[in-house]
């Protein structure tokens, strides 16, 4: 049984008055939290409010979300239904949020490095939605930041996502390898070695990052390259 004919039976108590966060909440239990009914439901609906963050939902917000998140053909309606449904929604992003946070943290400890990594790959899919349609909206902005933090994701990770994807962001080399300001060649040099490591295709498809996420990873790498260039440069002159 797929994940999307699981989470179509999940739905039919919406046909019985439960709201959709209900239904996440009855699903919460379930263990590898990444590949949930409830962690699919509630990235599709933060998804639907991260299209919203900026006032108006686009046509190439909603093709971004089905192109990241890789819906399988003939599930679209299963997956548009809940995205819908999360747009009207009377529970604000940051519940869904808080939500997907505990299924990977229920006791509010520090992440371990797996799960800093999906949560990470979920952010930096919510600023694509945030950029399809061709800008970066201040309210986009706020609320990723927003999301990052109620994910447990320090204010340097969030700079360094922001730093390597969006176009025209402050671009210190430092935030974009996710290092302190003024760290020394040898601690930039290990951050980028392990950030070009961990976005190497076969280690993002391990992680079961989609396909096309996958795709959209060169213009982190990019950014990632370039800053070590910049600080590699710096100590050389």
Not at 26 to 47: D, H, K, M, N, Y
Not at 56 to 83: D, L, N, T, Y
Not at 218 to 234: G, V, Y
């Amino acid at each position: 049984m797929s994940i999307w004919t699981r989470i179509a039976e999940a739905l039919s108590a919406l046909a019985r008055g439960e709201p959709l966060s209900m239904v996440f909440d009855r699903l919460r239990g379930e263990t590898s939290p990444e590949r949930s009914v409830g962690f699919t439901i509630a990235v599709i609906a933060l998804g639907a409010k991260m299209a919203k963050a900026d006032g108006e939902v686009s046509r190439e917000e909603v093709r971004a979300f089905r192109r990241i998140f890789s819906v399988p053909e003939g599930e679209e309606a299963h997956a548009a239904h809940v995205f819908n449904l999360a747009r009207q929604d009377v529970a604000g992003f940051d519940a869904y949020a808080r939500k997907i946070a505990k299924l990977f943290n229920p006791e509010g400890r520090p992440l371990c490095a797996d799960d800093h990594h999906v949560l990470v790959d979920l952010l930096e899919a919510l600023f694509q939605i945030a950029l399809a349609d061709g800008g970066y909206h201040p309210g986009e902005d706020a609320f990723l930041r927003h999301v990052a933090e109620i994910f447990g994701l320090d204010d340097c990770c969030f700079r360094a996502v922001r730093a390597r994807l969006v176009e025209g962001a402050p671009r210190d080399p430092f935030d974009v390898l996710g290092i302190p300001r003024g760290a020394d060649l040898e601690t930039a040099r290990a951050a980028w070695k392990a950030l070009v490591r961990d976005t190497h295709p076969d280690v993002m498809a391990a992680r079961g990052v989609p396909p096309e996420a996958v795709q959209l990873a060169e213009r982190r790498l990019i950014a990632i390259n370039a800053a070590w260039k910049e600080l590699s440069e710096r100590e050389a002159a």
